[in-house]
């Protein structure tokens, strides 16, 4: 079989869906369900996720230059759901699915207790 060659894209699925919770710098928070995100290095600690330029949280992590990556739980599959569905614009997606916001220990923001 000869090479072939594929139009680009992402070819490693199944990905686990992780939540990531940001804020603006007028510390409005938003949770997002984010599938692309991975390590970049481990020395240093270099963690990525892709979120497109339209997204409501996008200006907030641009802005704050921060995210918490949350890993996600069975009991969180429809938490996890809500927050790939639904935009921070239009609700509060901490209070829709009640996840219990928690200081992060590293960075100014938010990040779920669970």
């Known amino acids: 079989m000869g090479k072939q060659i594929w139009k680009p894209g992402n070819m490693l699925y199944p990905l686990?869906?992780?939540?990531?919770s940001t804020a603006d710098k007028n510390g409005s928070a938003?949770?997002?369900t984010v599938a692309w995100t991975g390590t970049?290095?481990?020395n240093p600690a270099m963690v990525y996720i892709s979120?497109?330029?339209e997204r409501y949280s996008y200006?907030?992590?641009q802005e704050s230059g921060e995210f918490?990556?949350?890993l996600t739980t069975g009991e969180q599959v429809r938490a996890t759901d809500i927050c790939g569905v639904r935009s921070g614009?239009?609700?509060?997606?901490?209070?829709?699915?009640e996840e219990e916001r928690h200081?992060?220990?590293?960075?100014?923001?938010?990040?779920?207790?669970r």
């Open 16 to 20: 686990p869906a992780v939540m990531v």
């Open 30 to 32: 938003n949770i997002l």
């Open 40 to 42: 970049v290095c481990t």
């Open 51 to 53: 979120v497109r330029p």
């Open 59 to 61: 200006h907030m992590i």
């Open 68 to 70: 918490v990556i949350n």
């Open 89 to 97: 614009k239009d609700i509060d997606k901490w209070k829709e699915h």
């Open 103 to 113: 200081p992060s220990s590293m960075l100014r923001l938010s990040q779920s207790r």
